[in-house]
């Protein structure tokens, strides 16, 4: 499932591709995944496109704004002709024209995805129920916002969208590896200086992800093709960790959790 560096990947290229250019028609192939009434909205453009959490909000020139979200194999593609043969595949799910006769494709596998016309209001109402946002946050901003629940496990706190915004199973693990925190271990359990190297380690993580186009570890694709990042994951789905040790796989939650007992001692 795309998360924060995926998602920003997307938004960025999205961004250069579409912004400010006219949009005269949309077709939608899937209504459970794109809102039909997108389809009555043309003509508009594109007037900024932002990330929140593990969503993008597209805001267009005529009051209208849509909520996106990937989940687990939503794509775009950008093609600069459209060309003669189809594009129409399975998973098509929308097509947006442009008046360059250049195209947007939403695709979706398994159409757990969905983008949905929405109001400011709605919008906002979405994001007021996400946490902030992990690169904006300060550390006593992060360490407070997981103190709240003192016995909650931190693994799986991490993965909460209301505490913080964005971070999904890849970054909570690669996050906690590299500040040396047991995945399992209970909030109150870990010390501030702990978790201040937490915070710090996490913000490192995504950064660098998002320098390598996100991670592509099952499907995920951005507009130009796979992410980079699962080349540098110390834990995520791995046998060995950087320092050779053996690394274990454990349910946390639910959750395949990767990590090292060598390394992850506090
Ligand atoms: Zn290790």
Do not use: W
């Not at 592509?216 to 834990?235: C, D, M, P, R």
């Amino acid at each position: 499932m795309p998360e924060l560096p995926e998602v920003e990947t997307v938004v960025r290229q999205l961004r250069q591709k579409v912004l400010e250019k006219k949009v005269v028609n949309v077709e939608v192939f899937d209504p459970k995944v794109v809102d039909t009434r997108l389809q009555q909205l043309a003509p508009f453009k594109f007037k900024n496109i932002t990330r929140r959490g593990k969503s993008i909000i597209a805001s267009l020139d005529n009051d209208n704004y849509l909520i996106i979200q990937l989940r687990m194999t939503g794509h775009f593609y950008y093609v600069p002709k459209l060309p003669s043969s189809d594009t129409h595949n399975e998973h098509l799910a929308a097509v947006f024209h442009f008046t360059d006769k250049s195209i947007l494709t939403h695709n979706s596998i398994r159409r757990f995805g969905k983008i949905q016309l929405a109001t400011k209001k709605e919008v906002d109402e979405y994001v007021s129920k996400l946490g902030p946002e992990p690169l904006e946050m300060t550390s006593s901003e992060f360490i407070s916002s997981l103190q709240k629940t003192p016995s909650a496990v931190i693994k799986s706190k991490l993965l909460e969208q209301d505490c913080i915004a964005g971070i999904g199973n890849i970054y909570a693990q690669e996050a906690l590896y590299h500040a040396k925190i047991l995945p399992s271990k209970k909030i109150n359990q870990i010390s501030e200086s702990q978790l201040t190297k937490l915070h710090k380690e996490l913000q490192s993580v995504l950064l660098k992800s998002i320098e390598h186009n996100g991670s592509t570890v099952s499907n995920y694709t951005h507009i130009a093709g796979k992410g980079e990042f699962q080349n540098f994951l110390a834990v995520y789905q791995k046998d060995k960790c950087p320092k050779s040790h053996k690394i274990r796989k454990v349910q946390i939650g639910g959750r395949s959790t990767y990590y090292c007992k060598d390394c992850q001692k506090s």
